[in-house]
């Protein structure tokens, strides 16, 4: 069996890559440029609106494209991304037979009252669940633990509103073997980083292309993955 595929381009944007289609999350054109640099897939989701969405209206060459799709809450999809499915929003999705669950959560303790709303989307891939929890702020009540159910991969941002601590609690809560932690592009980051892998009791982790795993290879122990993101436009 084909492994699940699992590459990073930066901030909260990974790509999700199984035999039933690909997933890319949060392809915001602030980390991935308004012309997407050619990355492609079936689906599309957004985790929240883009904080920097008028990078894609005012950057270089935004005078010679048309950006066409703006949905949800205030996203700009890059130009390579347009053909894609998208998906921004709490529900229960089946696109390209891949199983999409979208749960609400919000990206701070405060049920959106700081920093807004977020969409933290469980895949199933080639018999996989992966959650990519997007720009998370908090812990998960029983209800939002329900709707996300049992799950083998966590992607957890690290460096945002979620202390190194509790993203440590979060991984935790969620009980999965593989975690791949999304370090945010600021100053903040490596520090919170660090922190979050000795919460996790790791030392000496070298960041990886990409991760690679099938059902029979997932770890019997709780294993942080670092992938070292593409490069940035």
Do not use: W
């Amino acid at each position: 069996m084909a492994p699940m595929e699992i590459t990073a381009y930066g901030d909260t944007c990974l790509r999700l890559k199984g035999r039933e289609g690909v997933v890319v999350a949060d392809a915001y054109t602030s980390v991935v440029g308004p012309t997407g640099r050619g990355l492609t897939t079936d689906i599309c989701t957004y985790s929240h609106g883009d904080d920097q969405q008028t990078l894609g209206l005012s950057g270089r060459g935004a005078s010679k494209r048309k950006i066409t799709r703006r949905r949800g809450e205030g996203v700009v999809v890059p130009a390579s991304l347009e053909p894609a499915f998208l998906l921004d929003s709490p529900g229960e999705y089946e696109v390209h037979e891949i199983l999409i669950s979208g749960v609400r959560t919000f990206r701070d303790d405060s049920r959106g009252g700081d920093r807004g709303p977020n969409t933290s989307f469980v895949y199933e891939l080639d018999g996989l669940h992966a959650i990519h929890l997007g720009d998370i702020g908090h812990l998960l009540n029983e209800e939002m633990l329900d709707r996300v159910g049992a799950v083998d991969v966590a992607c957890v941002p690290i460096g945002g509103a979620l202390p190194a601590t509790r993203a440590a609690e979060l991984v935790a809560q969620l009980d999965v073997q593989l975690v791949v932690p999304m370090p945010l592009g600021n100053g903040a980051a490596t520090d919170e980083m660090n922190r979050f892998l000795h919460e996790m009791s790791v030392q000496n982790l070298e960041p990886v292309p990409k991760l690679s795993v099938t059902i029979s290879s997932l770890p019997q122990e709780t294993t942080v993955v670092l992938l070292e993101p593409r490069g940035r436009t």
